[in-house]
């Protein structure tokens, strides 16, 4: 059994406010409780794992020291924000083994997300936090055992840091995450007009885009639930968001029905998403024909599902 809690369902930065108070304004926290070998696991630091540290405090911490990880999918700020707010960190006796990608060679993860704990940023230093914190790099890896049955998948994803999808299998119960990504597409000139047109390359450009995609959804196949990023509908998307590493609802879906996921929840929504427009884009895309082999919703704060 897992057990999935959303503590963060936003993109891009918090936005707290009278109209999102239903969906949540807090951005990516996730966490994953696997209570038969008693592991508890984070999926990125982003503001909501402020509440997520409350919560450990009032019902972790009196049965003796926390034990966590925390996975981060990339070092975008969103991402990794609340990280000075998570409170266990400040307490002796915590063990906190932090995983996640580096865009560049030469700054180790412990740098890029400490950076933001200087006092020119935070009040708090780095050398402040009593807990034990250990840092562990991460790369594109098909089976890592993580022990107690354990199972982890990683796949780059396509944004425009490197950034990490996550797959979790244990016994009979896999949870996948894929974001802040979207599709690969073809990068080369496709207009047979254009006077730079070269027909091989475009050829080449196209089949690796699609082979990209298909591995990605090899990646999350069968799923018994998958995070996916979602942040624009498909004509917001087209209308100046390509290239920006997000995915329009109707892309995540047809890739989760082609990849047979049994729950696909809806992920990273715009900062500028009222509760009311989430209402409707649910009302529109999680009925019908979209929800007949897929159980299909907007993920939620404080949003709960046993695996």
Known sequence: MIQVKFWG?????PCPGPNTMKYGGNTACIELRFPEVNRHIIIDAGSGIRE????????DLPKGPISTEIYLSHTHWDHIMGFPFFVPAYIPGTTIKVYGPVTYEDEPLEAVVGGQMKYRYFPVNMGDLAGNIEYHRLKEDPHIDLGDGIILSTAIINHPITALGYRFSFRDAVFCTAYDTEPYRNLFITD????????LMAYEGEQAAREQNLLLEQFFAGADLLV????????????????WGHTSIESAIEAAKRAGVKQLALFHH???RSDSQLDQMSESYCQGENGRN???FFAREGQEIIL
């Open 9 to 13: 369902v936003r993109g891009s930065i």
């Open 270 to 272: 715009d900062p500028e």
């Open 52 to 59: 997520l540290a409350n919560s450990m405090l009032k019902n």
């Open 294 to 296: 897929m159980e299909l």
């Open 192 to 199: 047979p007009e254009h006077p730079d047109y070269d027909e």
């Open 228 to 243: 996916h990023d979602a942040q624009y509908t498909q004509e917001e998307y087209e209308n100046g968001k390509i290239g």
